[in-house]
């Protein structure tokens, strides 16, 4: 590949005339020109170097394509993310897909639930999991006015929920406990075995009666 800023003006000049003074003089009258044109021929490509344009370009590029929320407060890399996705935001405007690219623009994250999805009232959404500091009511305002140019007319955000990770070490303890359980009662009385015999007896009496009488 040919490097275009190596080149020179005298290396383009036909043999012929090459060695003439004046010809020498010209070309290296004209070679700074030449090359300052060369270096500006990447500022002519605009898409593809929008993270490398300059601010006040990208505010430019902003009012070119009616980026719907574009703020000076913001960040420059977040004014850069608004134009990247700007003919995007255009054609699915009042999609979830949409609110959830600008929510992505501010902040880092998040997730928009439609009302069915999560049991609310009919034509409500949630935007939830977003990802992205919060410090005061100032960004919460700019976020909702930064979904409300985006979502369709007949939607009404409910709410937004914050996610947050946090990592660390969870120790869990237990003790074991053991218990012997000796129960003392009173002694059994017993009474003592007695072992013997038993007699019956009886008697048997008889008696006859005789009546004499007197002739």
Known sequence: MVDMSAIRLIDLVPPSIKDDPEVQAAAAALEGELQAVTAAIPTVLLISRIDELAEDVIDLLAWQ???????????????????????????????????????????????????????????????????????????????????????NTRSWLEGVALYRETSGTVYAGGAVGSCRRVEIMPATFRGASIAGRAYAGGVTYQFKGVEIQHA
Do not use: C
Request: no cysteine; aromatic share 12%.
């Open 65 to 151: 394509w009616h980026v719907d929320f574009y703020e000076p407060g913001i960040s420059l890399a977040q004014k850069r993310t608004l134009v990247k996705t700007s003919i995007a935001q255009h054609r699915r405007k009042g999609t979830p897909w949409a609110v959830e690219q600008v929510v992505k623009a501010i902040l880092n994250e998040g997730i928009v639930q439609e009302w069915f999805e999560y049991g609310g009232e009919p034509y409500f959404f949630r935007v939830i999991k977003i990802d992205g500091q919060m410090p005061d009511a100032a960004i919460y305002a700019r976020l909702k006015k930064a979904i409300d140019t985006v979502k």
